[in-house]
């Protein structure tokens, strides 16, 4: 499995942003694919998720109603559509793929984001 995120950069404040995750080396049917970050000095933490057969999708709080994670089966993509950026989404996103019943086992390179406030 190859996961190749990009659309990072820098915006300011209340500007919006698309990450994209292209992944590739097997179907994903059953799989979950998902973000994360990593803010400068701080642990990765999780930041939504969605499952590439029903497109059941989850947010941690603080990114709900301002992000949207969507896929595209056609592209074998998942995007990050990012909303009212905050200075606090700064960090190094991360995509990454769980196989059923299984771990976050594959990760994909980060693209830094970073807003100015």
């Known amino acids: 499995v190859q996961l190749q995120a990009s659309g990072g950069g820098l915006v300011q404040a209340g500007d919006s942003l698309r990450l994209s995750c292209v992944a590739s080396?097997?179907?994903?049917?059953?799989?979950?694919l998902g973000w994360f970050r990593q803010a400068p000095g701080k642990e990765r933490k999780f930041v939504s998720s969605?499952?590439?057969?029903?497109?059941?999708?989850d947010y941690v709080d603080s990114v709900k109603g301002r992000f949207t994670i969507s896929r595209d089966s056609a592209k074998n993509t998942v995007y990050l559509q990012m909303n009212s950026m905050k200075f606090d989404d700064t960090a190094v996103y991360y995509c990454?793929?769980?196989?059923?019943?299984?771990?976050?086992?594959?990760w994909g390179q980060g693209t830094l984001v970073t807003v100015s406030s």
């Open positions: 969605i499952w590439w057969s029903s497109g059941y999708t």
């Open positions: 990454a793929a769980q196989p059923t019943q299984g771990a976050w086992d594959y």
């Open positions: 080396g097997r179907t994903f049917s059953g799989y979950r």
